[in-house]
C-alpha cells in the first residue's frame, strides 16, 4: 500500500509541474513581445520556480503590472477551502443517503421524484442552478424571499461569526454540491439494485432481515468504493463550478477574481490580467490533484484488495 501512495503522490506532484510549465509557457511561446525580449526558457524557469516554490509570479509582474497576487490568494484560500469541503461534503452526504434511500424504496413514488430532481440538478450547470435560486428567493425580485440567507457580502469567517458563516455559505455548498449529489445517488441507486441479487444479500433476506436493513448493511457498503472513484472523477467539476459560485454568491475566495481577471467585471479595465488567469490555473489545480488524492486515499481504505496488494483491481 505505501508503494500505491508513494505512487500516487508523484503522479500528483508531475501533475502540479506540468501544468505549470503549460500555464507560464504558453503565453511566452505565443506572445515573446509581451516579456520585452527576455530569453524564453529562463523567464519560464523563473516563472514555473517562483510559482511552485515560493508562491510568487517570477518576473510576470514587471510586465504585465498585476496586482499581488499572493496576498489575493492568502486572502482567498480559506474561502476556496471552505467552499470545497463544504460541497464536498453536502455533495457526498445527500447522494449516499438519497442512493440508500431510493433503493430501499425502488419504483416508489418517493424514489421517483427523488431521483428525477436528481437527473435535473446532474443535468443543469451550476450557473443556472445559481441563477434560478436568485430568481426563487433573492430579495427584492425574488418569489420567496429569504434575506437571512441572500444577503450580499455577509461573509464572516466561522470563529468570528459563525451565524454569519453559515447563513452565507448553506446555498453555495449546496449549488456546488448538488450535480456531485445527483451523480452519486443516480450510481448508488444502480449498484445498490444490482448487489441486492447477490448470494449474500440473498441469504440475508432468506434470514428475515428487513429489506431497508438489508439494503443499508449489506446491498449498500459494496458501493462506497464506486462513490470514491466517482469523487475523484469530478473533481474538476467541482473547482470549475467554484467559480461562477463564488461570483455570484459573494464568497469571498481567489477564483473570484476570474471575473476581473477576464476583463468582464465592471469598473475594471478590459483588457485581460494574464499573471491572475496564470495564477487561477494553478491554483485550480492544486485543489484537483488534492481531490484526486483524497479519493485514492477513500479507495484504499474502502478497498481491502488495494491494501494487501498495493495495486488499483485489474
Keep these: 500500500m505505501a508503494g500505491y501512495l508513494v505512487r500516487r503522490l508523484l503522479w500528483a506532484a508531475g501533475t502540479l509541474v506540468i501544468t505549470a510549465f503549460f500555464a507560464y509557457g504558453t503565453i511566452r511561446v505565443l506572445r515573446p513581445e509581451l516579456y520585452e525580449g527576455q530569453a524564453t526558457l529562463a523567464g519560464l524557469w523563473s516563472d514555473v520556480t517562483g510559482a511552485l516554490l515560493h508562491l510568487e509570479l517570477g518576473e510576470a509582474c514587471m510586465f504585465f503590472g498585476c496586482p499581488p497576487l499572493r496576498r489575493l490568494w492568502l486572502d482567498g484560500i480559506w474561502g476556496d477551502l471552505?467552499?470545497?469541503a463544504g460541497g464536498v461534503?453536502?455533495?457526498?452526504?445527500?447522494?449516499?443517503l438519497g442512493g440508500a434511500w431510493c433503493a430501499a424504496?425502488?419504483?416508489?413514488r418517493g424514489a421517483r421524484a427523488v431521483e428525477g430532481a436528481a437527473m435535473v440538478f446532474y443535468c443543469s450547470p451550476a450557473y443556472v442552478i445559481g441563477f434560478g435560486s436568485l430568481l426563487l428567493f433573492a430579495p427584492p425580485f425574488g418569489l420567496f424571499q429569504l434575506p437571512w440567507f441572500f444577503d450580499p457580502h455577509s461573509y464572516a469567517p466561522p470563529l468570528e461569526n459563525p451565524w454569519d458563516f453559515l447563513r452565507s455559505m448553506i446555498l453555495p455548498w449546496l449549488v456546488v454540491g448538488a450535480p456531485l449529489a445527483a451523480a452519486v445517488l443516480r450510481l448508488t441507486v444502480a449498484l445498490t439494485l444490482d448487489t441486492i441479487e447477490e448470494d449474500y444479500v440473498r441469504t440475508a433476506r432468506a434470514k428475515g432481515v428487513p429489506h431497508r436493513l438489508v439494503v443499508r448493511r449489506h446491498a449498500g457498503p459494496p458501493t462506497r468504493v464506486a462513490v470514491a472513484s466517482l469523487f475523484?472523477?469530478?473533481a474538476p467539476f467541482m473547482v470549475t463550478n467554484m467559480v461562477f459560485v463564488e461570483y455570484v454568491y459573494s464568497v469571498p475566495g481567489f477564483f473570484r477574481h476570474m471575473k476581473r481577471a477576464l476583463g468582464q467585471a465592471a469598473g475594471w479595465p478590459p483588457g485581460l490580467d494574464i499573471p491572475t488567469l496564470q495564477a487561477l490555473a494553478l491554483w485550480a489545480s492544486v485543489l484537483i490533484v488534492a481531490l484526486s488524492l483524497l479519493a485514492d486515499l477513500a479507495i484504499v481504505w474502502l478497498d481491502p484488495r488495494i491494501r494487501a496488494s498495493g495495486r488499483p483491481p485489474g
Design 105 to 108: 424504496r425502488p419504483r416508489s
Design 89 to 96: 461534503v453536502v455533495g457526498i452526504a445527500l447522494g449516499v
Design 232 to 234: 475523484g472523477a469530478s
Design 82 to 84: 471552505f467552499l470545497l
